[in-house]
């Protein structure tokens, strides 16, 4: 297993101005660093737990051989304890959104073996997230379900693989063929692993930056969501207690410069062909912050509460609404604000102009 960043999904790599440190923050062994904006690890001091897999709100960092959809959908056909010693590298590995689309989308109790934690030497940034994510996702699993995650108190050891299912397979796996070949990969690849591993900003990561993607885990999401009853009534909950989607709205601030739309990774910020709205999808929102950090006027805000009818009922809402006009003087579309005829540009220009003309003026008298 070896871990992967996909640059272009990282919300560090669209803007300087983002500020999201998850990945850094929860990483136990200190294996990622900004070098200088930009992630980067040193495969050497990487453990493999997946806790950065699980925190990146745009799932920029995987493991090779470990696939959290996939383990859902194996989970779905036989469920399983999720334990360290047995089926998963670590419980960190799954979002409280994850953990959600888990619970839900088994006919059983989902059950976390939460009983190696304390004697573990990596668990100080991991558990207390573990258990964050736990809470979150038995929260929002009590507003529309009867579903529960249960963390017993269970110790699986390694022996116990056989019940807990799936392992086998695994194992055997590993002695296929192809999986010799990624061995030897991964082992080429180690062999330089103690030196930082820094990825490259090229043309290929700009190109992959333009594109919108909704993240599997949301996918996922979407999927479960659509075979569960619709609640008769919806909560509303508080924003601080969800932390992978969120409700907006846009203030008077706003210049209408279109960072917000042109940057949002997943396409929930959108807008129409002239530019004459903002347009707010929620469950296409992972959370990630990054319009907030472009926004110069701080002019996006999240709303403090976050009513789960989006769940069974998304719906696209308008956060802003623009007079969109030709600019008189260049011809080009300008937002307007006040009834002004010309757009900021020639404004400015001519503001300039004048003032020009004035010093030439003041110049000339005092002469
Ligand atoms: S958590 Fe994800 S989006 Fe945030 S800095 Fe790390 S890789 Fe980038
Ligand atoms: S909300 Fe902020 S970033 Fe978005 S268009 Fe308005 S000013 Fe620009
Ligand atoms: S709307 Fe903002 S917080 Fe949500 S995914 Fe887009 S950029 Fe991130």
């Known amino acids: 297993m070896s871990l992967n960043l996909e640059l272009s999904s990282c919300v560090r790599a669209s ?31 990487c453990v493999e737990c997946g806790g950065c897999v699980g925190v990146c709100p745009t799932s920029a960092f995987s493991l090779s051989n470990f696939s959290t959809i996939n383990f859902s959908f194996s989970h779905f056909e036989s469920p399983t304890v999720l334990s360290c010693k047995t089926n998963i590298p670590c419980l960190s590995l799954f979002s ?4 959600v689309s888990l619970a839900l989308g088994s006919e059983q109790q989902l059950n ?4 190696h934690c304390s004697s573990c030497e990596i668990a100080s940034t991991l558990y207390p997230q573990i258990m964050h994510n736990v ?15 249960d963390t017993a108190n269970l110790q699986i050891e390694p022996s116990d693989k056989e019940s807990a299912g799936g392992t086998r397979r695994d194992f055997l796996n590993l002695l296929k063929p192809e999986s010799l070949a990624r061995q ?22 700009i190109s992959k930056i333009k594109n919108k993607n909704i993240p599997d885990k949301r996918k996922l999401l979407f999927a479960i969501l659509k ?5 008769q009534n919806y909560e509303t909950i508080e924003s601080v207690d969800i932390s992978f989607t969120s409700q907006k709205y846009i203030d008077e601030k706003c210049t209408n410069c279109q960072m917000c739309h042109r940057i949002c990774p997943t396409g929930a910020l959108g807008s129409v062909s002239n530019f004459s709205q903002i347009n707010f999808d929620s469950m296409l929102c992972v959370k990630c912050h990054l319009c907030h950090d472009v926004c110069e006027p701080d002019a996006i805000h999240i709303q403090p509460t976050f009513e789960l009818r989006e769940f069974f009922e998304p719906s696209q809402r308008l956060l802003a609404k623009f007079d969109i006009k030709r ?7 300008f937002t ?25 003026r003041k110049l000339e008298e005092s002469k």
């Open 15 to 45: 803007a300087i101005a983002s500020g999201c440190t998850k990945c850094i923050d929860i990483c136990p062994t200190k294996a990622i660093e900004f070098a200088p904006h930009l992630p980067a690890f040193t495969p050497e001091m």
């Open 96 to 99: 409280a959104e994850e953990l």
């Open 112 to 115: 976390l073996d939460i009983g």
């Open 135 to 149: 809470q979150e996702a038995n929260f929002i699993l009590s507003t529309f379900s009867t579903k529960k995650i």
């Open 184 to 205: 030897k990969a991964m082992f080429d690849e180690q062999v330089a692993s103690d030196d930082l591993k820094i990825f490259e900003f090229d043309a290929n990561i």
């Open 227 to 231: 075979r569960e009853p619709k609640p």
């Open 327 to 333: 600019c008189v003087e260049c011809g080009n579309q």
């Open 336 to 360: 307007c604000k006040d009834n002004e005829t010309t757009c900021q540009r020639c404004q400015t220009e001519e503001d300039e102009a004048t003032q020009l003309h004035q010093n030439a």
